[in-house]
């Protein structure tokens, strides 16, 4: 029988585990920022569906998306400050769920759903801050356009 010099493979079996499982948690954020970004691809064209603009195509790329509007310089402004203001109401609406659970900022979430929450909650206020900036495709372009 083979057996592993630095303790067995009880230990061996313990440190994949902990490889398996930061896998898992890293698979598991990078799922919820492409969610976050997705779905904030789809409020903007809402927005500008709701504006009477017509939607020509919504091309989706690993981290983000553009959406191709006809548009003018207001509604651009409205359209292009929908998808960070959605990902703040969505992410003050996560974190005050997890508050009303029993988590607080100075403490870790005891548990999966508060963590969940607590996840969706700072990406979303991550990703309306990193849209804001005005590089293409992120709704920084626009806003920038519109005031100047």
Request: aromatic share 6%; with cysteine; glycine share 12%.
């Amino acid at each position: 029988m083979c057996r592993v010099a630095d303790g067995g493979w009880a230990r061996q079996l313990q440190r994949g585990s902990y490889v398996l499982r930061g896998l898992a948690e890293a698979g598991e954020k990078v799922g919820r920022a492409l969610w976050a970004s997705e779905t904030q691809r789809l409020r903007r064209s809402l927005v500008a569906q709701a504006r009477g603009l017509k939607v020509r195509a919504i091309t989706l790329f690993a981290l983000g998306g553009v959406s191709q509007i006809q548009d003018d310089a207001k509604t651009e402004l409205l359209v292009a400050i929908a998808g960070p203001i959605a990902s703040l109401i969505i992410s003050f609406g996560c974190l005050a769920i997890a508050l009303g659970l029993g988590w607080h900022r100075s403490i870790e979430p005891e548990t999966a759903v508060v963590g969940v929450l607590v996840g969706l909650g700072y990406i979303n206020i991550a990703l309306a801050v990193f849209n804001m900036i005005p590089g293409f495709p992120l709704d920084g372009v626009p806003v920038l356009r519109a005031i100047v």
